[in-house]
């Protein structure tokens, strides 16, 4: 039995947790890791859209973008709901008049893997061009969840390529980004991944890096049209 129960401690430190969380090489914790596409869904007119979906695993940290196009007012206020889940708001609501698009970023820890139907209500006459969520699961990020875990954001709107710049805040940050346009997204940035894509013309990328904190990360896609942007940093465990 004390061999047994040494065995068993030998087994937990050498595994560098007792908690299984990811660790790499030389004992350092793991780096971010892409999971998957959380949501690529675009809908029609209207307040209110409803997607479903699912994470791949409890604890990962879920990022996206919601957006509203509209030729009319700019929304006001917009809420994300789930049972069970709980959808931290990371950029403000942003967007212009001229780009006809509005947008705000949402992180959330992913509390299990059940179908989940989540709900975007937009304050607002009517997004009376169309609405789109898009964003991506990642593992072995901190799981405090909001603004801990999504250390860093920024929004833009303009025309032609959509860019920004996030600074990450904490070392070896993920950086992730979606892009809204009018439907002329033909390329991520230098060093990004492609992962969402709704079909109309809506991308999202991600970036794993060795930066330090403090890095000014530019977040860029290839497009020709008005767009709103969100690029977001993960902060790794």
Same mark, same amino acid.
């Given at each position: 039995?004390? +061999?047994?129960?040494?065995?068993?401690?030998?087994?937990?430190?050498?595994?560098?947790?007792?908690?299984?969380?990811?660790?790499?090489?030389?004992?350092?914790?793991?780096?971010?890791?892409?999971?998957? &596409?959380?949501?690529?869904?675009?809908?029609?007119?209207?307040?209110?859209?409803?997607?479903?979906?699912?994470?791949?695993?409890?604890?990962?940290? =879920?990022?996206?973008?919601?957006?509203? $196009?509209?030729?009319?007012?700019?929304?006001?206020?917009?809420?994300?709901?789930? %049972?069970?889940?709980?959808?931290?708001? =990371?950029?403000?609501?942003?967007?212009?008049?001229?780009?006809?698009?509005? =947008?705000? $970023?949402?992180?959330?820890?992913?509390?299990?893997?059940?179908?989940?139907? =989540?709900? &975007?209500?937009?304050?607002?006459?009517?997004?009376?061009?169309?609405?789109?969520?898009?964003?991506?699961?990642?593992?072995?990020?901190?799981?405090?969840g909001g603004t801990v875990t999504f250390d860093g954001h920024t929004e833009a709107t303009g025309t032609g390529n959509c860019?920004?710049? &996030?600074?990450?805040?904490?070392?070896?940050?993920?950086?992730?980004?979606?892009?809204?346009?009018?439907?002329?997204?033909?390329?991520?940035? %230098?060093?990004?991944?492609?992962?969402?894509?709704?079909?109309?013309?809506?991308?999202?990328? +991600?970036?794993?890096?060795?930066? %330090?904190?403090?890095?000014?990360?530019?977040?860029?896609?290839?497009?020709?049209?008005?767009?709103?942007?969100?690029?977001?940093?993960?902060?790794?465990?």
């Amino acid at each position: 039995m004390a +061999y047994a129960s040494t065995l068993l401690w030998v087994l937990a430190v050498g595994c560098g947790r007792i908690g299984f969380d990811a660790v790499g090489d030389g004992g350092v914790p793991a780096a971010v890791a892409w999971t998957a &596409v959380f949501v690529q869904h675009e809908a029609g007119t209207g307040v209110v859209d409803t997607f479903t979906t699912h994470a791949i695993a409890a604890g990962d940290a =879920i990022v996206f973008e919601v957006s509203c $196009s509209t030729t009319l007012a700019a929304p006001t206020a917009l809420s994300v709901s789930a %049972p069970g889940w709980t959808f931290a708001q =990371i950029g403000a609501l942003s967007g212009s008049v001229a780009a006809q698009r509005y =947008i705000a $970023s949402f992180g959330a820890i992913a509390p299990d893997t059940a179908n989940v139907s =989540i709900t &975007v209500t937009w304050t607002t006459a009517s997004c009376d061009i169309g609405r789109t969520e898009i964003g991506d699961e990642f593992a072995n990020a901190d799981p405090t969840g909001g603004t801990v875990t999504f250390d860093g954001h920024t929004e833009a709107t303009g025309t032609g390529n959509c860019q920004a710049t &996030v600074t990450t805040g904490h070392d070896r940050d993920a950086v992730w980004g979606a892009c809204i346009s009018a439907g002329a997204v033909s390329g991520v940035g %230098p060093g990004f991944t492609k992962t969402g894509d709704d079909g109309t013309g809506n991308w999202s990328e +991600y970036r794993l890096t060795t930066d %330090p904190g403090g890095t000014a990360e530019a977040v860029t896609f290839t497009n020709t049209t008005a767009y709103a942007l969100a690029a977001m940093t993960i902060k790794p465990r």
